[in-house]
C-alpha cells in the first residue's frame, strides 16, 4: 500500500542526546514536511524539501536538522540544541506533481518524550 | 500575514445533530482554505479545499464547508452527527507568499451518543 511511514511510533530520550525520526514514503511525491504538534497550538513547520539534495526552515527550526538525500526519506534529528523537545512528530507530503497543492498526506506521526 | 483562528477549543454536539466547526481567516489576496481531522495518535486527513467557485465545498465522509467573503469565514459543516466524528479538526491556510499551510489551533469535536 502506498503510504508514508514513520518511526519509532514512541521514543524516549535522555537530555543532551540526539535522536533521530524516520520518515519514509511511497508515494513519489516531490514534497515533504516536518511538523511538530504540541497540546492547544497546532501544527508548526520544522523543515520542508521541494526535491532530492534540497530543504528549507520553517517556523521553528533552531535545534533540529534534515536531509534529503533520497525521493522517499526525510529524516528529522532533534538535537540537543532544542530545548523542549518533548511532542509529537509529524512528516507529510504533497501530492503536487508541479507545484504544492496543499492537500498534505500525513504520517502516524513519532511521539518524543525527553525524561 | 495570513493566518487562520478557530475560536472554539471544543464543540459538543449530540449524535444526529447538525454540526458546526468555525474558523475565520485573515489573507491579503484570495484565500486557499483547507480542513483536516486528526484522530487521537494519528496523523492529519484532508477533508476539503476550496480554490475557487463555490462557495460550498463537499469533502470527505459527508462534511462539508461553506465560504463567506465578505465574513472571512470557512466554517465546517455536517447535517447530522455521528459518535465516529469525533476527533480533533484543523482549518488552514496557504500563505501565498511562501505555499505553505498555516495551521489554526484546532478544535475538538465531542459528539455524545
Known amino acids: 500500500d502506498g503510504g508514508i511511514t514513520q518511526s519509532p511510533k514512541y521514543l524516549f530520550r535522555k537530555e543532551g542526546q540526539n535522536v533521530t525520526l524516520s520518515c519514509e514514503q511511497n508515494l513519489n511525491h516531490d514534497a515533504m514536511y516536518w511538523y511538530r504538534q504540541d497540546p492547544g497550538q497546532g501544527l508548526r513547520l520544522i523543515y520542508y524539501?521541494?526535491?532530492?539534495?534540497?530543504?528549507q526552515k520553517g517556523d521553528i527550526a533552531e535545534g533540529y536538522s534534515v536531509s534529503r538525500e533520497k525521493k522517499e526519506s526525510f529524516p528529522l534529528t532533534v538535537t540537543s540544541a532544542q530545548k523542549n523537545p518533548t511532542a509529537f512528530y509529524l512528516c507529510?507530503?504533497?501530492?503536487?506533481?508541479?507545484?504544492?497543492?496543499?492537500?498534505?498526506?500525513f504520517g502516524e506521526g513519532s511521539r518524543l518524550t525527553v525524561l | 500575514a495570513q493566518s487562520v483562528a478557530q475560536p472554539e477549543d471544543q464543540v459538543n454536539v449530540a449524535e444526529g445533530n447538525p454540526l458546526t466547526v468555525k474558523c475565520t481567516y485573515s489573507?491579503?489576496?484570495?484565500?486557499?482554505l483547507f480542513w483536516y481531522v486528526q484522530y487521537p495518535n494519528r496523523g492529519l486527513q484532508f477533508l476539503l479545499k476550496?480554490?475557487?467557485?463555490?462557495?460550498l465545498v463537499k469533502g470527505s465522509y459527508g462534511f462539508e464547508a461553506e465560504f463567506n467573503k465578505s465574513q472571512t469565514s470557512f466554517h465546517l459543516k455536517k447535517p447530522s452527527a455521528l459518535v465516529s466524528d469525533s476527533a480533533l479538526y484543523f482549518c488552514a491556510v496557504r500563505d501565498l507568499n511562501t505555499d505553505k499551510l498555516i495551521f489554526g489551533t484546532g478544535t475538538r469535536l465531542q459528539v455524545f451518543p
Open positions: 524539501s521541494q526535491i532530492v539534495n534540497d530543504f
Open positions: 476550496y480554490i475557487t467557485g463555490d462557495n
Open positions: 489573507v491579503s489576496g484570495n484565500p486557499y
Open positions: 507529510a507530503t504533497d501530492r503536487g506533481l508541479t507545484g504544492n497543492t496543499g492537500e498534505l498526506f
